[in-house]
Each structure stands twice: as C-alpha cells, then as structure tokens.
DNA sequence: CCCATTTTTGCAAGCGCGTGCAATTTTGCA
DNA sequence: TGCAAAATTGCACGCGCTTGCAAAAATGGG
C-alpha cells in the first residue's frame, strides 16, 4: 500500500514537500492558494500520510494503548469495543495489550509496547499507574481503577459506586429486607472496595445485617460455587447481594436449579454492571447499574481535553454515576 | 519513553550501529561474541528497538489489522479479544478497526489505517478482500467471511457448518421432530447462506419441515420480535431453529414469558454458538457449537505459517468444525 | 511607491533503524 | 604457516515525514 509518498505529491503540485507536509498539518503556515493545489494532487494520487513515518519524525505518536486483562468477563470486552471504535472516530490509533497473571510491572509493558504511546487507557487491576506513565509521552494515562497515588501524574475515571449502593440498601430497607449474604470481588481487586466494603458501610447505616459471605472472582461459575457455600453454611438471607452481574446470574441459576428455591420469593439476588442479559425476562436481575456508555464518554472527554486542546491540568477526573435498577419487585 | 537508541548501545558495546540493529534481527549475521556485548549493553541501559523506527526502515510492519464490525454481537468481542491475546504473544501488533454501516470500501479503510499493514484478519461481512488486500504488504489477508472470490489472494478460515446442522437434524430426525420454524441470519450476511440455506438443505434431505421463518439480525431483541412474528402467523411447529445463540434466547424467552409456553417440551429451540450462556441451566439451549478457540487457532496457524516461515502457498484454508450439543432432551 | 512587518516557502538536518556493499576478520585446509 | 573462502563488521544511504531556520513573497502604512 501507501506507494504514493508526500515528495510525488510536491512534485505534482510544484511545491516543495514541506509545503505538503504542512497542509496536512493541523494549524500549520501555508497559504490558501498551497494547500489547495496539495490537496488537489493529493487526492489525485490518493495520497494519505504515512503515520509511522511522521511519528517517527515528530517524536509524537497517536497510538493509545488500551490495557485490559487477557482474561475476558463479560463487561470489559465490550467496553474495550466502544473505547475502540471511539478512538478510532477521533483519528487516534487504539491499541490494545493484554495482561494476564503473569504481570511483571513495567518490564513485562516494555516487551509489548514497542513504540510510543501517546497516552494510554489502564483497565486491569494489576498495571499500576506507575508502570505506565513512563510509555506515554505527550497525556498521562487514565486509569479506570485505583491503582494510583495521590501524587502520581494521571487522569482518573472514578465509577460512583456508592451511590447505586445506597439506592439500593434504602430500597431494600423499605420494603423490610434484612438479613444479606455477599459475593465480593477478588480481594485484590479494586472492585472490592468501592463495592464490597461500600456495601457494608452502607447495610451498617441501615439496620440490615451481613451474615455471611464469600470471594468470588466475577465468574458465573465463582457466582455458582459461591451460593453453593454459602447455603451449606447457614440458613437462606433475605437477599444475596453480588458484586457483579455474571456471579449473581451463577449464583441466581444454582438457587433456582440446584437448590430449586424461587427467586426472588425465596431470595432476592441483585447483581452489580446491568450487562444486557441482566433485563432478560429469565433472570429479570435487579442490578446497580454502571453504564459503559458512560464509561467510554468520560474517557473520551478526558481525552478531547488533553489530546485535542492539550490541556495541562494537573490531574483530570470523571465521575461515573450509578443507579440502582429494581426488576421483578 | 525509549529515550535509548541503538547508537547509545552501539557506543557502550564499543561495535557499530549495524552491529546492534542486527543483534536484534533475526537470522542476521554477527557473531556470539557481538551479540553478546551488545545484548548487555542493552540490557544495562534498558534499551528495546522502536518499532515504528524499525518499521519504516524496513518498509515492513508487525502490525496485524483485526477488521470487524462496529456493533458488537455475543460472539466477536471475544473473538477479538482473543485474537488480540494471540497476536500480541506472537510479537506483532494487533490493530482492531471497527467498520460500520456508513462503511464506503477501501476508501474508509484508507482513513483509518494510516499504516502498512503486515496482514489483516477480517471479520466483516462488508468488508470485501479487494478492500484490503491492497494494504496488507506482507501476507494476503485472512477472510472469515466468504467476501473474495476465488482468484483473490487471501487466506480463508471456514466453518464447516453443514457437519453441526447435518448432525443437528438427523439427532432432531431421530427422534420424530416434523416441523421447523427457522429465524434466519440477514440476508445480506455471510452466515446466511451457510447456516439458512444449509438448514434448508439439510430438512430435504431428511422428512423434516420448513414451516415459516423469519430474517434477524443476530440480536437478543431480533429473536423475540421474530417469535412474536412467527407465532402470530400459525400453530406451533416441533422445533425453532435460530442462526445464533442469542437470537434463540431471545426466543426463548419470548416464548416462554410472554407466552407462557414451556421449553422444550412446547417447542424445542436450538442455536448456534454455543456461547457460555447457552450451558446455563436457565436456558440449557441446545446448539451448535462453534469454538472460538478453534477459530482462533487456525487463524493463528495461518499467521504462523505466513509470517514467521514465509509461506508462500497460494492459498491457505483452514476449515473450523462444528457439532451438535444436545441439551435438555 | 518604498520599506518595515508579517506571512509563506524551501532547504536541509534529522527521527531510529535496516541493509547493500566493501573492507576486515576469522576460518578451514593444505 | 599461507592463502582462499566464508563470516563478520562498519559505513553510509535511505525509509517518509517534521520542523527550525533563513530566504522569499506578501502585506500594509506612510
């Protein structure tokens, strides 16, 4: 491809490269009269500006490496696809890198990312801030989770948890649930906090009680395993809470097929994420909703800001909000 | 990032440029001993070779364009996902580009892909292989769909649906299902032909029924309308069958909360997948299984053969396997 | 219409690396 | 040990583009 090169385009245009060079250049010194005659032999030759050579030549890069678990669950792909598609829209060359268990830092980032990164977006748990900064050479990077200190140079999109959270316990609270059991997060994860222990917090402003729980690993299958446990333990709660979708569909699916309890007669089982399946009529799961839309427009915003209008603030951050959907009440 | 150039390292192993570039290019000549000064020289200073520099300087590219469509489905992220995954293993570097409907050919390619491809793998019925091949400077593209004819210079992974449906029928056959509902992929798609039209030449073969069918679109919603449609316009037959997994959930569904009907013993629903849902016990969806992991590895097999023993086959194919699972009988 | 500004243009030096070629070193064998 | 062949090395050019700088052209005010 791309045999046509930006000197076949000066010579048929009578201008000298730079000239060409400059017209495709954002607010760069041409002339009307120039760009135009560029222009013209430019999409006579159907030319387009190799990316590799003039990042090479400008020491900038317009790849945005996305990080993400080389694991799939059933959100992050899908927020992966639209970051993609997103970035792709505004001209950015989206990348996407893989980690897995065997995560060593920035050694294990150095053996994949073998070019510069204009910035990048972290959703993995493992990757610290700190192991990605040192990539990206003209935005910081924006980290989805909470692997940061305060005084590292990133920019944050912070999912609003406890709100949903809140929305729900009062929810349930009203209408006289009481006792919980509790599948978290991996206690690595930073999902374990902002919703695990949010949950607590929260069932410890109202009078509801936590009296059990287990670790799941945001599997259906850990959702399975985890009611399993759980109901071998002690008798039925008022209400299971998960921390996301995929382990209360497992967990709602052993209740129902295992155990053959009614849900949410026998329990009431509510999922974090509302992912698609989440509204399906077989599970009809009351869910805290956190929208990947939402997700992808707040990158996308930090992104404008900084990539577009080259901001220079210290620190970016987004919020995005939760909502507790109630289905089957 | 990459502050340390091959001259750098050239200088601290006290050899010449050439000496570390080509330590760093496989099968070149230099001998141990270089290689050796030069390997920790590198080490010492962290340096790791710019791909982008290197890319041009070659006139190659590492870079493997995954193409697919805008609109995610059940099945394609995490196809992506997986492909991405594998790529990235091999040392190249996956590039995922999102078509839409708004896709005009080569020319929307064009525009996002601002680099020479090394190859690219396409999973996007609109995407025709005369789009891409011209971008693709190392090996002939790899076509998941059937878009190329045959003289085109591509690669091809097919799936070998007729076995799974052939399998599907006789299984149905034996056991005295008649009649069939069939909720066919959109016309314009690639799996329209091979599963529709397959299913359809499957039943005249045995004395099973087409009684209806409808178009979807491969989506959860697609499969109720289509149940609604269907049931609407006549008497339940013995069996639906759906292109994919998510329509015949969809159905499923419909079928059995809006129309209080039980399944299977109503109406059996089979789909074609077997995406992780289909093995819950809430659906328990019979289907024919289509692994993307096998698809993955051929694809990888292809890639290994092109890229790294530079095959020069016309044509390599590979053909993925398909098989009924039976579920609920 | 002239000269001082401002704008536009071309030149040329890179960006970091690959690679053909010729020079140099090593190897193998007599 | 000597010499031809083979292996290794360094030089220098170029991949396609950006950009500082100085020269050239356009602009504007008196």
Redesign the interface.
């Known amino acids: 491809?791309?045999r046509v090169t930006a000197d076949q385009v000066a010579e048929r245009a009578g201008v000298s490269r730079s000239a060409v060079s400059r017209t495709f250049t954002k607010d760069a010194s041409v002339s009307a009269r120039t760009a135009e005659k560029v222009l013209k032999a430019a999409r006579e030759l159907?030319y387009?500006?190799?990316?590799?050579?003039s990042?090479?030549a400008s020491g900038s890069?317009n790849i945005v490496a996305l990080i993400t678990i080389?694991k799939?669950d059933f959100r992050r792909?899908?927020l992966?696809?639209?970051l993609?598609?997103a970035l792709?829209k505004m001209g950015l060359?989206?990348?996407?890198?893989?980690v897995d268990e065997n995560y060593r830092g920035a050694e294990t980032l150095?053996?994949?990312?073998?070019?510069?990164?204009n910035t990048a977006i972290v959703s993995a748990d493992a990757v610290n801030a700190s192991d990605v900064i040192?990539?990206?050479?003209h935005s910081p990077p924006i980290m989805l989770n909470s692997n940061f200190s305060q005084d590292e140079r990133v920019d944050v999109v912070n999912v609003d948890d406890a709100t949903g959270i809140q929305q729900m316990t009062s929810y349930l609270h009203d209408r006289d649930y009481k006792t919980v059991w509790l599948v978290t997060a991996r206690r690595s994860s930073s999902a374990f906090h902002s919703r695990s222990v949010g949950l607590l917090e929260a069932l410890a402003r109202s009078d509801m009680k936590l009296i059990d729980k287990e670790e799941g690993d945001f599997s259906?299958e850990s959702g399975q395993e985890a009611f399993e446990k759980l109901s071998s333990r002690g008798p039925l709660p008022d209400c299971l809470f998960c921390a996301n979708d995929a382990m209360a569909?497992g967990a709602?699916?052993t209740a129902?097929?295992v155990h053959g309890l009614s849900v949410p007669q026998d329990i009431r089982i509510i999922g974090f994420d509302d992912v698609?399946?989440a509204s399906?009529?077989?599970?009809n799961l009351s869910t805290i909703k956190q929208s990947v839309i939402d997700t992808v427009d707040a990158i996308m915003e930090i992104i404008q800001l900084r990539v577009a209008k080259s901001c220079d603030e210290d620190r970016i951050t987004r919020t995005v909000p939760t909502s507790f959907i109630a289905r089957d009440f």
Do not use: E, K
Request: aromatic residues 14%; contains cysteine; glycine residues 2%.
């Open positions: 491809m791309q159907g387009r500006p190799n990316a590799i050579a990042s090479l890069s080389s799939p792909p899908y992966i696809h639209h993609n598609n792709q060359v989206p990348y996407t890198i893989c150095a053996q994949i990312i073998q070019m510069p990164l040192p990539f990206c050479i259906y569909m709602m699916d129902r097929f698609p399946q399906w009529p077989s599970y």
